[in-house]
Nanobody
Framework: QVQLVESGGGLVQAGGSLRLSCVASGRAFSSYTMGWFRQAPGKEREFVGFISRIGSSTVYDDSVKGRFTVSRDDAKNTVYLQMNSLKPEDTAAYYC???????????????WGQGTQVTVSS
């Protein structure tokens, strides 16, 4: 089983960019679909995007499509979330997660990082 550690969060002005990283320890990182989720204060955790374990195909929520990009470097056991054109409504704690399935649903993700905070000021 992998362990996940996110980094790269911070405070950014609207319209700005941030890149989050999630480093995995353990074996067989390349065998996992890696997802990004976020949770704003007082709201449920929601899907952002994922990159599959085979072929590195990506899927995004409509709210971030065209602005966010998920990528992975299996040699570095790392998955990235590049966030451009950030909006105040993107403010949330961002979590990476690992799954043996290819899905956008949280129930399929059994390993989670501790989260990193992203705050977008207007």
């Amino acid at each position: 089983q992998v362990q996940l550690v996110e980094s790269g969060g911070g405070l950014v002005q609207a319209g700005g960019s941030l890149r989050l990283s999630c480093v995995a320890s353990g074996r067989a990182f390349s065998s996992y679909t890696m997802g990004w989720f976020r949770q704003a204060p007082g709201k449920e955790r929601e899907f952002v995007g994922f990159i599959s374990r085979i072929g590195s195909s990506t899927v995004y929520d409509d709210s971030v499509k065209g602005r966010f990009t998920v990528s992975r470097d299996d040699a570095k056991n790392t998955v990235y979330l590049q966030m451009n054109s950030l909006k105040p409504e993107d403010t949330a704690a961002y979590y990476c997660a690992a799954s043996g399935a290819t899905s956008r649903y949280m129930a399929f993700y059994d390993t989670w990082g501790q989260g990193t905070q992203v705050t977008v000021s207007s």
